[in-house]
């Protein structure tokens, strides 16, 4: 069982910038995933950018690359993403979720946390 815990979101200009923490509890494994995901009103939830726990690989959409980063810090158990360059279509609740497997597939993350609302003004 793994708990997770957003934080970080708020409401900031365009090109603006946010950093977004996920801090977990329980067992992470090495082949875990920890991923963001985002949910804009009205819309589906849409992948953003996932890493793997132990080897540190990521894989971000493309409406992010080059603008967010993810990262994590082992001891804390916790990740980040930091998102420059914000744009007012990043606006969504941003969730962490975890998977036992590197994937972007949203079926596969079987922890999820409750959410951070990130607004970028235009």
């Known amino acids: 069982q793994v708990q997770l815990v957003e934080s970080g979101g708020g409401l900031v200009q365009a090109g603006g910038s946010l950093r977004l923490s996920c801090a977990a509890s329980?067992?992470?494994?090495?082949?875990?995933?920890l991923g963001w995901f985002r949910q804009a009103p009205g819309k589906g939830r849409e992948f953003v950018v996932t890493?793997?726990?132990?080897?540190?690989?990521?894989y971000y959409s493309d409406s992010v690359k080059g603008r967010f980063t993810i990262s994590r810090d082992s001891a804390k158990n916790t990740v980040y993403l930091q998102m420059n360059g914000l744009k007012p279509e990043d606006t969504a609740v941003y969730y962490c979720?975890?998977?036992?497997?590197?994937?972007?597939?949203?079926?596969?993350?079987?922890?999820w946390g409750q959410g951070t609302q990130v607004t970028v003004s235009s």
């Open positions: 979720a975890a998977a036992p497997v590197f994937t972007t597939s949203e079926s596969l993350y079987r922890y």
């Open positions: 329980g067992r992470i494994f090495s082949n875990d995933a």
């Open positions: 890493v793997n726990w132990s080897r540190g690989s990521t």
